[in-house]
Nanobody, 125 residues
Framework: VQLQASGGGLVQAGDSLRLSCAASGRPFSSYTTAWFRQAPGKERAFVAAIWRTGSNTYYSNSVKGRFTISRDNAGNTLYLQMNSLKPEDTAVYYC???????????????????WGQGTLVTVSS
């Protein structure tokens, strides 16, 4: 599967932004999908994940209650709705897809075989 992330930009603290990740290739519903982010000088970090059917979602504590992950399997698209953005949310955001993931591994970047190119989100104070 090929992934292409989009929707990043420069916003002010408190604003909202929606990221999209368009998938092509093998049926999108075959994959567990997630968003990760990497801030300057830091390692790539888990943001949110959603199961293949969209029945379950998981969030890092830092975004829980502010971000919402969703997917449209028919449209082959993954989304990340980001509300109440903070300067510390500034990062390059990556979408990722993987197969045969289990619950205890969904936060691990190494478990995802496919990655989008990243989209930059900058939140000014």
């Amino acid at each position: 599967v090929q992934l292409q992330a989009s929707g990043g930009g420069l916003v002010q603290a408190g604003d909202s932004l929606r990221l999209s990740c368009a998938a092509s290739g093998r049926p999108f519903s075959s994959y567990t999908t997630a968003w990760f982010r990497q801030a300057p000088g830091k390692e790539r970090a888990f943001v949110a994940a959603i199961w293949r059917t969209g029945s379950n979602t998981y969030y890092s504590n830092s975004v829980k209650g502010r971000f919402t992950i969703s997917r449209d399997n028919a449209g082959n698209t993954l989304y990340l709705q980001m509300n109440s953005l903070k300067p510390e949310d500034t990062a390059v955001y990556y979408c990722a897809a993987g197969v045969n993931l289990i619950l205890c591994s969904i936060t691990s970047a190494s478990r995802y075989a496919y990655w989008g190119q990243g989209t930059l989100v900058t939140v000014s104070s």
